[in-house]
């Protein structure tokens, strides 16, 4: 039986403790590999089996090549994926292992992905992934996107190890593959992702900013940004106050448009379109000092009230081009609409 004392101190067993302790679950780092030196694949083992996996991968290589993607080891020619890569499509059946990316005349520019695995065990497994490529070094090379889906038509096992393949070429010291799991019985309390940032909107601006957060190497950042008017679109002002340098480029497309790049940018734009119903974005950003950080948002604009009126999608990857800082601080803004108070903005991170 538990008791509870003065200020709601709980006394009882160890047992019985435990039992009221708060379990939250959430995504938890399950494996990571880290190359000390370079070598032509990164391997994560030993993954238990969680209904759902996340993958971080941050890599750079030694020329140019494709990246490939198998699990448990298997080389049969189970696998198919479909692809786009700035806007152009392509396909692959029967092979012995599905493409992370397959960027041509890749150059060995650094890269960040991000991975979504549905990991059911009796059903093939299907995969959903998006990573940018920095296109080269400085803010005069727009970044290159890519966006793939795969699957593993394994039926019979769990995904217990991942392995990202090159060609021919090498990885180079320091790239990384990170796997998260969660599953909806899970209760732990070793979240991956720590909140760093929470902020809501004062009415009164057209910018929204984060405030200063502590350095971490992952970024997660969402926000929800209404506003007064729809003369702008939603943009990342900001990192770290840099808003005279020509530090930023970027890449998108709307509403599955051919794709428009800008360089030498003092933003990074069209996060999200431009109209006073709301916007949404999710964004993931690698966020190394010495490196250029990479940065991948998906957006979408309520557009006009109803059923009868199709949202507005937006995808967009950017960088800046600071290799000496981390990003502790970023700010959106909406051009000369004011930004409402229903607005927020949300930032975790993990090492």
């Known amino acids: 039986m538990v008791t509870y004392l003065a200020g709601n101190r ?65 080389t049969g ?61 400085g803010a005069t090379n727009a970044p290159r996107r890519g966006e793939t889906v795969g699957k593993w038509a394994n039926t019979s096992s769990a995904i217990s190890s991942l392995t990202r393949k090159l060609n021919t070429n090498t990885y180079n010291s ?27 909107a004062s009415g009164s601006s057209t910018t929204l900013s984060s405030g200063t957060f502590t350095a971490k190497k992952y970024l997660w950042v969402q926000g ?37 790049t800008r360089t030498s940018k003092t933003f990074i734009g069209y996060l999200s379109s431009a109209d006073a119903i709301g916007s949404f974005f999710n964004m993931f950003i690698i966020n190394t000092a010495s490196k250029e950080k990479l940065v991948i948002c998906h957006g979408v604009g309520g557009n006009s009230s109803g059923a009868g009126n199709a949202p507005t999608r937006y995808e967009t990857v950017g960088k800046w081009t600071n290799t000496s800082n981390q990003i502790t601080s970023l700010t959106l803004t909406k051009g000369t609409d004011t930004i409402t108070s229903s607005s927020w903005l949300k930032v975790w991170g993990s090492d």
């Open 224 to 260: 929800f940004i209404k506003s007064s008017a729809s003369s702008s679109t939603v943009d990342l002002q900001d990192f770290n106050g840099d808003t005279t340098g020509s530090n930023y480029s970027f890449r998108w497309s709307n509403n599955g448009s051919a794709d428009t």
């Open 77 to 137: 020619y189970n696998y198919s994926s479909r692809w786009s890569y700035n806007g152009t499509e392509g396909s692959a059946i029967n092979g012995s292992f599905f493409y992370h990316y397959a960027f041509a005349n890749d150059a060995g520019y650094p890269k960040f992905g991000i991975d979504y695995i549905s990991n059911y065990t009796t059903k093939e497994k299907l995969t959903i992934t998006h990573v940018i490529d920095s296109g080269g070094t």
């Open 10 to 74: 709980a006394m009882g067993t160890n047992a019985e403790r435990i039992s009221i302790t708060p379990q939250v679950g959430g995504w938890k780092e399950l494996g990571r590999t880290t190359l000390g030196s370079s070598n032509t694949s990164i391997d994560v083992t030993s993954l238990p089996n969680k209904r759902y996996y996340m993958v971080l991968c941050s890599t750079d290589n030694t020329g140019i090549d494709d990246v490939q993607t198998r699990f448990n080891s298997d």
């Open 174 to 200: 320091g790239s990384e593959v990170v796997v998260l799991g969660y599953d909806p019985a899970d209760t732990h309390t070793t979240n991956f992702w720590t909140e760093l940032a929470s902020v809501n």
